[in-house]
């Protein structure tokens, strides 16, 4: 859970390196060294007037340190934090293919948040829905036999105990690569939320999970995911877990000191563009074409 919270805007300033800010300054410069051999800009250190400062780059999202502390970054765009974030949010539901819904959208709720609302939603939909099992092979020591008896092993581990039997057999689980993936964010986001609502809805999700293993190798589970009918109703929570545990997504960052990061590539708006008169805003929040491209501009083409 974070304790303290940063909102800056898309190339602008987070915090000085100083002394006086401490672990931050560690934490972020550790940061900012691994952006820069990933060979992107979302955190650097820039020198203003003599003075070195962490600077967001041209990446919209959220980092949560190892502190406690979470830094939000949104996009430059008028209206202020409120529009900024719903433009975030929106591209972000555009990312994962979950329909955005104004009306219930809160612009109080930082962008870290709204994501785990939105992953802790669809996962108990998923939950409601039903969720998919798979046959999987186990071999047990049993006091019955089912499935195939295992003579070499049997004869081995049971040679004093004859009342066991020592089998293979297929068991109906929910133990498949699809709920082990959704455990594995399930696990990362409880320990970060604020949000008593979300806390609530993963806490069960996790009960439910319970005879999920947690991966150990989370590329090898996507791998093993098949888009069929019956796993439709998984895309849109798989999109997010891709998001936020697949690095090749793009959008997932890791440091030394970052429990987790959510950060999308941005194009940088000419300032020109940002300074417009408030009537032709107005005439944009009108037209849906109209903020269409702006989030092309900001986002890029998709």
């Known amino acids: 859970m974070y304790t303290r919270q940063f909102c800056v805007s898309a190339n602008g300033i987070i915090?000085?390196?100083?002394?006086?800010?401490g672990e931050l300054s560690n934490m972020l410069g550790e940061f900012a060294e691994v952006c820069t051999a990933d060979g992107s800009?979302?955190?650097?250190?820039?020198?203003?007037?003599?003075?070195?400062?962490?600077?967001?780059?041209?990446?919209?999202?959220?980092?949560?340190?190892?502190?406690?502390?979470?830094?939000e970054i949104?996009?430059?765009?008028?209206?202020?934090?409120?529009n900024a974030r719903k433009l975030l949010c929106t591209e972000f539901c555009k990312r994962c293919g979950y329909e955005f819904r104004p009306l219930s959208f809160d612009p109080d709720m930082n962008f870290m948040e709204y994501f785990i609302s939105v992953f802790a939603?669809?996962?108990?939909?998923?939950?409601?829905?039903?969720?998919?099992?798979?046959?999987?092979?186990?071999?047990?020591?049993?006091t019955s036999v089912q499935g195939t008896i295992m003579f070499a092993e049997n004869i081995r581990r049971n040679l004093v105990h004859r009342e066991r039997i020592y089998v293979?057999?297929?068991v109906?689980?929910?133990?498949?690569?699809?709920?082990?993936?959704?455990?594995?964010?399930a696990a990362i986001l409880i320990k970060l939320t604020a949000s008593s609502h979300s806390s609530h809805l993963l806490k069960e999700a996790l009960s439910y999970f319970d005879e999920v293993v947690v991966p150990h190798n989370i590329t090898a589970e996507f791998d093993k995911c098949i888009n069929t009918r019956n796993t439709k109703k998984y895309s849109?929570?798989?999109?997010?877990?891709?998001?936020?545990?697949?690095?090749?997504e793009g959008t997932a960052f890791s440091g030394k000191y970052v429990v987790c990061a959510q950060l999308y590539k941005t194009e940088q708006q000419p300032q020109s563009?940002?300074?417009?008169?408030?009537?032709?805003?107005?005439?944009?929040?009108?037209?849906?074409?109209?903020?269409?491209?702006?989030?092309?501009k900001l986002f890029g083409k998709r």
């Open 168 to 170: 293979r057999h297929d």
């Open 121 to 142: 939603g669809e996962t108990m939909k998923i939950i409601k829905s039903g969720v998919l099992s798979a046959y999987a092979s186990r071999e047990d020591n049993l």
């Open 273 to 296: 563009e940002i300074s417009k008169p408030q009537p032709q805003e107005k005439q944009l929040q009108d037209d849906p074409k109209d903020k269409n491209k702006i989030r092309q």
């Open 74 to 82: 949104l996009p430059n765009t008028e209206g202020g934090t409120a």
């Open 236 to 248: 849109t929570i798989l999109n997010i877990c891709r998001m936020l545990l697949d690095k090749k």
């Open 41 to 71: 800009n979302a955190v650097t250190v820039s020198r203003k007037s003599g003075v070195k400062y962490f600077m967001a780059g041209d990446y919209c999202g959220f980092v949560c340190l190892a502190d406690g502390t979470l830094i």
């Open 15 to 21: 915090a000085e390196v100083s002394p006086k800010n």
């Open 172 to 185: 109906f689980t929910p133990d498949r690569a699809e709920n082990r993936i959704i455990k594995a964010a």
